[in-house]
């Protein structure tokens, strides 16, 4: 039976991941720690770190889409086990990496990317840019406030829309065409946290500004707000690439997958100007 798994089928990519499985008419199997059907996709539970719900989240699929969820930090310790299982059922891997890993093989979500290419299973790497639904997410409170503040610099990043990584995943899910093979996705222009700042301020009739903050503080600010200080510090070390620049280039490969060229940071701020107001 041809069905597909989604681990966080609930997040911020993975549901839109569901959604356009089951607008293909594809059978998908939600995972998320709940085990509730999402939409019209059966539900399973499934929690990092617990081998005990690896067995029936891979239970009759043909092809997973594989993610590590927001929150989490030990990216080989978590996600080695469920390439290996993948590969031990010959389940097709489509994984959501990060962009840039490729330029170091010691970086550990690169190492997951390698023993996924030598697991012998089929696979498709999707690295994706830093997501532009970072603003109503994770930076939301400082947009309530009228002001981001974070470890940037003045680099710039060509954020992607998390419906652009979705519908990239989809059709490596639905094809294999792609198979083999690594993408870099990335919106259609870089553009400086300033930049981004001054597109949501137009989007939500609404003064935003920008400024950079070292990582401490930035550190002691998230986890004022309840984020834990490993992820923490997790989030402020990869500020690093964006200061340098690394973040900054464009990829055709969204338009390679899906035929469609991606969204602009303009287009999600208009989009999601009710979530980026609320």
């Given at each position: 039976?041809?069905?597909?798994?989604?681990?966080?089928?609930?997040?911020?990519?993975?549901?839109?991941?569901?959604?356009?499985?089951?607008?293909?008419?594809?059978?998908?199997?939600?995972?998320?720690?709940?085990?509730?059907?999402?939409?019209?996709?059966?539900?399973?539970?499934?929690?990092?770190?617990?081998?005990?719900?690896?067995?029936?989240?891979?239970?009759?699929?043909?092809?997973?889409?594989?993610?590590?969820?927001?929150?989490?930090?030990?990216?080989?310790?978590?996600?080695?086990?469920?390439?290996?299982?993948?590969?031990?059922?010959?389940?097709?891997?489509?994984?959501?990496?990060?962009?840039?890993?490729?330029?170091?093989?010691?970086?550990?979500?690169?190492q997951v990317e390698i023993a996924l290419e030598k697991s012998g299973t089929p696979y498709v790497i999707l690295r994706p840019n830093w997501f532009a639904d970072n603003f109503h997410t994770f930076w939301k409170t400082g947009i309530d406030h009228g002001r981001i503040e974070l470890p940037a610099g003045e680099g710039k990043s060509s954020f992607i829309d998390a419906r652009d990584i979705a519908a990239?995943?989809?059709?490596?899910?639905?094809?294999?065409?792609?198979?083999?093979?690594?993408?870099?996705?990335?919106?259609?222009?870089?553009?400086?946290?300033?930049?981004?700042?001054?597109?949501?301020?137009?989007?939500?009739?609404?003064?935003?500004?920008?400024?950079?903050?070292?990582?401490?503080?930035?550190?002691?600010?998230?986890?004022?707000?309840?984020?834990?200080?490993?992820?923490?510090?997790?989030?402020?070390?990869?500020?690093?690439?964006?200061?340098?620049?690394?973040?900054?280039?464009?990829?055709?490969?969204?338009?390679?997958?899906?035929?469609?060229?991606?969204?602009?940071?303009?287009?999600?701020?208009?989009?999601?100007?009710?979530?980026?107001?609320?």
């Amino acid at each position: 039976m041809s069905k597909v798994l989604v681990l966080g089928s609930t997040g911020t990519v993975g549901r839109h991941v569901v959604d356009g499985l089951l607008a293909k008419g594809e059978a998908v199997k939600a995972a998320s720690r709940s085990g509730q059907p999402v939409g019209g996709a059966e539900g399973v539970v499934f929690e990092y770190g617990k081998p005990e719900t690896v067995e029936a989240a891979f239970e009759g699929v043909d092809r997973a889409y594989v993610l590590l969820a927001s929150g989490y930090v030990d990216s080989k310790g978590l996600l080695l086990p469920l390439i290996e299982a993948a590969a031990s059922r010959g389940v097709k891997v489509v994984f959501q990496s990060v962009l840039g890993v490729d330029a170091d093989d010691s970086i550990p979500y690169r190492q997951v990317e390698i023993a996924l290419e030598k697991s012998g299973t089929p696979y498709v790497i999707l690295r994706p840019n830093w997501f532009a639904d970072n603003f109503h997410t994770f930076w939301k409170t400082g947009i309530d406030h009228g002001r981001i503040e974070l470890p940037a610099g003045e680099g710039k990043s060509s954020f992607i829309d998390a419906r652009d990584i979705a519908a990239s995943a989809v059709a490596a899910l639905t094809s294999s065409a792609f198979d083999g093979n690594a993408f870099n996705l990335t919106g259609p222009k870089a553009h400086s946290y300033s930049e981004a700042a001054a597109i949501l301020s137009d989007a939500i009739g609404k003064p935003i500004t920008y400024r950079d903050v070292d990582d401490a503080p930035f550190v002691n600010m998230l986890i004022g707000s309840g984020v834990a200080a490993d992820y923490a510090n997790f989030l402020a070390s990869i500020f690093h690439p964006v200061r340098e620049g690394w973040t900054a280039p464009v990829a055709g490969d969204v338009e390679k997958l899906t035929g469609n060229a991606p969204l602009s940071l303009e287009s999600y701020a208009a989009d999601h100007a009710a979530a980026l107001r609320g």
